[in-house]
């Protein structure tokens, strides 16, 4: 992404350049734009919003724009570009999409009356970070506004979301700082002014980048920090929140606020607590395994159809699909929090009939905490108070909705119900149903509201009978019947009488016109009747402006209260939706318990499950107990279904963890504190070692920090490097995890690596499954049953003889992969593979290696072990030459039969 232009790029030149052009108004657009140099400027001229200098050329980048010049043709022409006024919303959009800001310049005088030069203000300053317009945020998303400073080891992090007033601090440790804030994916970012340069070390995980700003040293001051906190939130000091301790976060904290006061955003009383974000309460999901899972859309994420959130959200309000996203990422640990959900869940399944008023009356509340945070910054339109009212009747049916249900997450829900009625209330008295989208465009406040405004409108509205009857007075009072009253453009009202009536005008008529077959006049009564008329509907619209905004402030203090329905509405959303495809799909309620049990019967994968023909999944068993086997070895062809069974057990406990119901037909599931998928990189000649060398280090976290209570997917490791390091390192790995003296994490290792099914002969908490293929009628048919037991050694080349290989081919193959397995040497020193291909074929080539008599065989070990440098040999290799011993001796018992 491009960065904001610094101050000196934009603001510099175009000082020097506006020398060219040195007219009123560019005198003005300079001076605005001096005050806000790092921003791209929309300046107001007419219906178009104009940019200029280095903005126009950056816009015309960004939004595909025709660039032209003013003033061409004089000395120093100024670049130009510009958009339709009405259209801006849209072009704001993506100028923010691409990390700019955007200072919103409009004329604040009605250009009519203006003496000279029209007055011109910044109306609106737009970040990355700060909108809050509905156009330009995603539904499903909660989007913050981060500052970060680092320390030390540690890095101070504040985040702040503007719609929610959700805000929250913290420090973590430098490497864990990618992983924060991947979840948070922030589009802008403030940054301390002496970072510049280095800000890649903290920001490379997230893509797209975020807009940065850069805020100076200086302002990271912590008592300046807790005074701003403490006025926003109106304590003394910050005790109350337990956060004193974070000095470096607060200084973030600090610095936001400060920030978005200088943008203008002075209303912030949604705003009223700050929390310390703390990651021991939730199950931990890290940047890899999130991506690996695809549990939610990440910014770059995959298509979105295919992520868990996606997949079963069936929330009806907009805050129900962007809380459900973080139960789903931020899953419990709690037994006793996650069964609240589970019964709360468990009872809108049962009752059927209230399930459905529940989410009838859900699908009727709109954004309220957008509409919300809208008002309390006083950006909120007159629709938005409409909508606030409407999602505020339909919230009250929610709450009564409620009443029947006993769970304690519901019957909590609606005992601290405050459904804000009289806010409700407010807004049918002052606001008319069906307001114009801006307050100046008439019609937002409604009809007995205020006695100024009903009489003004009165004389708009009841003008033309002020003029019939009007007329039919002077007709009576003349004695003229075709004396007319009307009225034109230029010479305004007038009343007409024909030539022949000339001489009955009476003398307070004065002359204003004289047609050819007529004479226009008008009277005092008439005149003051025109001033009140065309002066009344300029002050209406001034008037409804002054007056809505008025209503909009003292309505903005309940901000908070607003925010607490909306999130109410958003948990009962969540737990219905659970209900609403726990129902559809016919998941199960999963035990959540303390111990470390999992065991699961007939899961399923929650989102292939659905893009797979009805049916055509295959359900599969886990049964991972305490005492019994800790890691599961399960082996099985490429395309055997390995990675699919990993990833559906991963999902399952999130689901269960999240208050979810599962795809299941029993679940019972130790509490998991924390989930580790790792997938081996695939041989990328392109990327090299350095794939292998990410794989290596993802693992080495997992060794370091997976604890008994983890669940660890392993999914193919040490695929990426040759097959005897790859090999060599996923047995190291199985035997560390084994080995833990506090107790192995939970494990599934998917391999194709068949060699590690002798794990389980030394190691007792491993055990071996497979993945099924049959052959049927010539073809390969993938079972994807995971059964118990080790693979068929052969598999691979089982299954290239199934897909019709010719039959010379796959007799060399298993003769070269006996040898290899064997891994004997020539005479000439060299593996025997080349053996066959140099050597005339011997009449059983296959058989070759098991014929040998067991003390030839003996005295070739002896030999090798001889051959052996054990000072120069690596330790990996050293493991792998031990692995081909024993396997070489355990084939020769059972061959010594033959
Ligand atoms: P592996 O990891 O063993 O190579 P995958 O898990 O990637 O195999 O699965 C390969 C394909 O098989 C998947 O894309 C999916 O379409 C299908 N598949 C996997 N598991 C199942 C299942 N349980 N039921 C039906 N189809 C499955
Ligand atoms: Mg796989």
Known sequence: MTPL?????????????AGGVDTPMMRQYQSIKQAHPDAILLFRMGDFYEMFHDDAVVASKVLGLALTTRDKGKTNPVAMAGVPWHAAEG???????????????????????????????????????????????RPERDMYLAALHPEGERVGLAALSLSSGDFWVAEPQRDRVADELDLLAPPEVLLPESLRGREGDLLSALDPAPAITWVADGRWDERRALETLAAQFKTHGLDGFGVTHLSAALRCAGVLLDYLVGLGRTHLEHVTAIRERRRVAHLVLDEITRRNLEIVELSAGAAPE?????????????????????????????????????????????????????????????????????????????????????????????????????????AGARDGWDGCEDLAAAIGEAIADAPAAAAR??????????????????????????????????????????????????????????????????????????????????????????????????????LEEALFVAFRRDLARNGARLAAVAAAVAGVDVVAAFAEIAAERGYVEPAVEEGSALAITEGRHPVLEQLLPRGAFIANDLHLEPEEA??????????????????????????????????????????????????????????????????????????????????????????????????????????????????????????????????????????????????WEGCVVFLRRVVEGATDRSYGIHVASLAGLPRAVIERAREVLENLEAGELGAEGLP???????????????????????????????????????????????????????????????????
């Open 91 to 137: 072009y704001i959009a993506r100028l923010l999409r691409a990390g700019y800001k955007v200072t919103v310049c409009d004329q604040v005088e009605d250009s009519r009356k203006a003496k000279g030069l029209v007055k011109r203000a910044v109306t609106e300053v737009v970040t990355p970070g700060t909108v809050l317009s509905d156009h330009l945020l």
């Open 5 to 17: 232009p610094g101050p000196d790029e934009i603001a510099g030149k175009d000082a020097r350049r």
């Open 441 to 542: 465009d008439g019609g937002v406040i409604r009809d007995g509201w205020n006695d100024e405004l009903d009489e003004l409108r009165g004389v708009t509205r009841h003008g033309k009978e002020w003029v019939l009857a009007f007329q039919e007075r002077e007709r009576a009072r003349t004695g003229i019947a075709s004396l007319k009253v009307g009225f034109n453009r230029v010479f305004g009202y007038y009343i007409e009488v024909t030539r022949p009536h000339k001489d009955r005008v009476p003398a307070d008529y004065s002359r204003k016109q004289t047609l050819s077959g007529a004479e226009r006049f008008v009277t005092e009564e008439l005149r003051a009747f025109e001033e009140k008329v065309l002066d009344a509907e300029d002050r209406v619209a001034e």
């Open 630 to 775: 800790r890691i599961h070895l399960i082996t099985g062809p490429n395309m055997a279904g390995k990675s699919t069974f990993l990833r559906q057990n991963a999902l399952l406990v999130i689901l269960a963890q999240a208050g979810a119901f599962v795809p299941a037909t029993s679940a019972r599931i130790g509490v998991v504190d924390r989930i580790f998928t790792r997938i081996g990189a695939r041989d990328d000649l392109a990327r090299g070692q350095s794939t292998f060398l990410v794989e290596m280090i993802e693992t080495a976290r997992i060794l370091h920090q997976a604890t008994p209570r983890s669940l660890v997917l392993l999914d193919e490791v040490g695929r990426g490097t040759s097959t005897f390091d790859g090999l060599s390192i996923a047995w190291a790995v199985v035997e560390h995890l084994h080995e833990r003296p506090e107790g192995a994490p939970r494990t599934l290792f998917a391999t194709h690596y068949h060699e590690l099914t002798d794990l389980a002969l030394t190691l007792s908490r491993v055990k071996n499954y497979h993945v099924e293929v049959k052959e």
């Open 306 to 410: 295919t992520t868990l959130a996606a997949s079963i959200d069936r929330a009806r309000t907009p805050m129900g699909s962007r809380l459900l996203r973080r139960w789903l990422v931020e899953p419990l640990v709690d037994v006793p929090a996650i069964r609240a959900r589970h019964a709360a869940v468990r009872e809108l399944l049962e009752r059927r009939p209230v399930r459905a008023r529940l989410r009838e009356a859900l699908g009727r509340v709109r954004d309220l905490e957008r509409a919300g945070a809208r008002l309390v910054c006083e950006k909120a339109s007159p629709r938005d108070l409409v909508e606030i009212r409407a999602s505020l009747r339909a919230a009250q049916e929610v709450a009564e909705a409620l009443t029947t249900l006993h769970a304690p997450f519901l």
């Open 832 to 898: 025997v593979i080349a053996r066959g291909a140099r050597a005339p074929r011997r009449a059983e080539p296959i058989q070759l290696p098991l014929v040998v008599a067991p003390t030839e065989r003996e005295s070739a070990l002896e030999r090798e072990l001889r051959a052996l440098d054990i000072d120069r040999l690596p330790p990996v290799e050293a493991l792998a030459w031990l692995a081909a011993w024993k396997r070489r001796l355990a084939r020769d018992k059972r061959g010594g039969g033959r």
